[in-house]
């Protein structure tokens, strides 16, 4: 693999020669007809993910007798880049507005995706309405999302008549439950073992998700068009009674769960799950993710459910709190959490070929056989549910199934939160980290901690254009076009 930022020239001058003596002939639609004899390798640009990127290559290789040339890249990279020396690109789900908006990656033909091979209607209903598109047009193809759920120790939840909680309510109360050593009886660990109640993910990177998760279902009222950037003026929101409640319950669990100094992603709280380090977690599978303890007794007891929701919901407009029920169901997926995209750049020399290589990649049959390599993705088609312990890490088969309904189920609710896709992405989410860290330590109460991350989100707004950043807000709700 050779580095990004050295291949940019070599591999730039390359497109450029392919760009004058080898493109074919453009349709009146923008579409390109396959050449008959390409005389340059597809080049695949993937970033931060090698794994992912060296299944690619392996599967292409034993499929066709056609060139694939992978290249690694990092953020940084991509975040300095004008271009993007490659055919397509892979990358992480959230950054798909920073990469459309900088005009780095163009729209897929609507007509492609209708292929049976490629079978648009088999992936997860939130993925393909919303994920793959960005300003009314499919930009991307997925290669799988993971969602934070709940996992739990089904033979804890019985010892304890415990049932999986419904609401944020709900788990608080279950977390107390699992918190009184007396109560827990045979379920307590040992003096030397200590078992926590509960573990939820604020590592660097998490903290400020998690708290977009827990708030889901409290800000994004069913008259809310943009419950994190208000629509007109861009101000902040997260400062606003929906994200302060949400704050103060983490912290309250994580002061209740004991972990509030831990500093965990989302498959290493489902590992500690698996061990027997704790009754309850907010997280998903991954390669590894579930190791076997023989103090944990194994994985077999755990199972899934959806993220806690809420029985209400604010009102931004008349600053009220209304209930939620009926259409407006209680649980609201946060979307973006993670996930690997792959869209095909804006400064390949052969659309056609380019495209049919991310139908080729994110179809039915590959997709089942390179996503699982990835730490990154999950299963992302209702398809691949039968195959779901190829994502489900050391997870046993039950609870491999239970996973896929749940993140199934998860992904086919009616409603989602937005992700944080706007351009600047990782310094918003870095903003609401620090915020929420603050307020889990017990340095700041909510409310500061939350104007200051307001005050920072404002700063980047300004820092990166509020026109440009109004458009790219219209653009993710579908309410502008690309």
């Given at each position: 693999?050779i580095?990004?930022?050295a291949a940019?020239g070599l591999?730039?001058?390359?497109l450029?020669?392919?760009?004058?003596?080898d493109?074919?002939?453009?349709?009146?639609?923008g579409?390109a007809s396959?050449?008959?004899?390409?005389?340059?390798?597809?080049?695949?640009l993937?970033?931060e993910d090698?794994?992912?990127?060296?299944a690619i290559?392996?599967?292409?290789r034993?499929?066709?007798?056609?060139?694939?040339t992978?290249?690694?890249?990092t953020l940084a990279d991509?975040?300095?880049?004008?271009?993007?020396?490659?055919?397509?690109v892979?990358?992480?789900?959230?950054l798909?507005?920073?990469?459309?908006?900088?005009g780095l990656?163009q729209?897929l033909?609507s007509?492609?995706?209708?292929?049976?091979?490629?079978d648009?209607?088999?992936?997860f209903?939130?993925?393909?309405?919303?994920?793959m598109?960005?300003?009314?047009?499919?930009?991307?193809?997925?290669?799988?999302?993971?969602?934070l759920?709940?996992?739990?120790?089904?033979?804890?939840?019985?010892?304890?008549?415990?049932?999986?909680p419904?609401?944020w309510s709900?788990?608080?109360?279950?977390l107390?439950?699992?918190?009184?050593?007396?109560a827990?009886?045979?379920?307590?660990p040992?003096?030397?073992q200590?078992?926590q109640?509960?573990?939820?993910?604020?590592?660097?990177?998490?903290a400020g998700q998690?708290?977009?998760a827990r708030?889901?279902?409290?800000?994004?009222?069913?008259?809310?068009?943009?419950?994190?950037?208000?629509?007109s003026?861009l101000?902040?929101?997260?400062?606003?009674?929906?994200?302060?409640?949400?704050?103060?319950?983490?912290?309250?669990?994580a002061?209740?769960?004991?972990?509030?100094?831990q500093?965990?992603?989302?498959?290493?709280?489902?590992?500690?799950?698996?061990?027997?380090e704790?009754a309850?977690?907010?997280?998903?599978p991954?390669?590894g993710?579930?190791?076997?303890?023989?103090?944990?007794g194994?994985?077999?007891?755990?199972?899934?459910?959806?993220?806690p929701?809420?029985?209400?919901?604010y009102?931004?407009?008349?600053?009220?709190?209304?209930?939620?029920?009926?259409?407006?169901?209680?649980?609201?997926?946060?979307l973006?959490?993670?996930?690997?995209?792959?869209?095909?750049?804006?400064?390949?020399a052969d659309?056609?070929r380019?495209?049919?290589?991310?139908?080729?990649l994110?179809?039915?049959?590959?997709?089942?056989?390179?996503?699982p390599?990835?730490?990154?993705?999950?299963?992302f088609?209702?398809?691949q549910?039968?195959?779901?312990?190829?994502?489900?890490?050391?997870?046993?088969?039950?609870?491999?199934?239970?996973?896929?309904a749940?993140l199934?189920?998860?992904?086919?609710?009616?409603?989602?939160f937005?992700a944080?896709?706007?351009?600047?992405r990782?310094?918003?989410?870095?903003?609401?980290?620090?915020?929420?860290?603050?307020a889990?330590a017990?340095?700041e109460?909510?409310?500061?901690?939350?104007?200051?991350?307001a005050d920072?989100?404002?700063?980047i707004?300004?820092?990166?254009?509020?026109?440009e950043?109004k458009?790219?807000?219209?653009?993710?709700?579908?309410?502008?076009?690309l």
């Open positions: 693999m580095r990004f930022a940019v591999l730039g001058g390359a450029l020669g392919a760009a004058s003596c493109r074919p002939a453009r349709t009146a639609g579409n396959a050449p008959s004899a390409p005389s340059q390798p597809l080049v695949l993937v970033v090698p794994p992912l990127g060296q290559a392996r599967e292409w034993s499929r066709t007798e056609q060139e694939l992978v290249r690694e890249a991509v975040a300095a880049a004008h271009r993007l020396p490659a055919d397509a892979i990358f992480p789900s959230g798909v507005g920073q990469l459309a908006e900088r990656i729209p033909a007509e492609a995706l209708e292929t049976p091979e490629f648009f209607r088999d992936i209903d939130q993925i393909r309405l919303r994920e598109k960005w300003g009314g047009r499919v930009l991307s193809v997925p290669l799988g999302s993971p969602q759920l709940l996992a739990y120790r089904s033979d804890v939840f019985e010892r304890l008549e415990l049932t999986p419904t609401t709900d788990y608080q109360r279950a107390a439950r699992l918190s009184d050593r007396s827990r009886g045979e379920a307590a040992r003096a030397d200590p078992r109640a509960a573990l939820e993910p604020l590592g660097e990177g998490w998690l708290l977009l708030a889901a279902a409290y800000a994004l009222h069913r008259d809310q068009i943009s419950p994190l950037l208000d629509y003026t101000r902040p929101l997260v400062d606003q009674p929906p994200y302060v409640r949400a704050l103060k319950e983490l912290a309250a669990a002061k209740e769960g004991g972990f509030a100094a500093r965990l992603n989302p498959t290493e709280t489902l590992a500690a799950l698996a061990r027997g704790c309850m977690a907010i997280g998903w991954g390669a993710a579930a190791e076997t303890s023989a103090a944990g194994g994985t077999k007891a755990i199972r899934f459910a959806l993220l929701g809420a029985s209400e919901a009102r931004f407009a008349t600053q009220t709190w209304e209930p939620r029920g009926g259409e407006d169901p209680v649980h609201v997926p946060l973006g959490v993670a996930g690997r995209m792959a869209a095909v750049t804006a400064s390949t659309l056609s380019a495209q049919g290589f991310l139908l080729w994110a179809g039915r049959e590959v997709s089942s056989i390179v996503s390599q990835s730490r990154a993705t999950s299963l088609r209702f398809s549910a039968s195959s779901a312990g190829r994502w489900a890490g050391s997870l046993g088969p039950e609870a491999a199934q239970g996973y896929a749940t199934e189920a998860t992904l086919c609710l009616p409603r989602a937005p944080v896709a706007l351009p600047g990782l310094e918003y989410l870095a903003a609401l980290d620090r915020a929420v860290l603050r889990v017990g340095e109460t909510p409310e500061a901690a939350l104007n200051k991350a920072e989100w404002q700063q707004t300004d820092r990166l254009g509020r026109a950043q458009r790219a807000v219209a653009r993710s709700l579908g309410q502008e076009e």
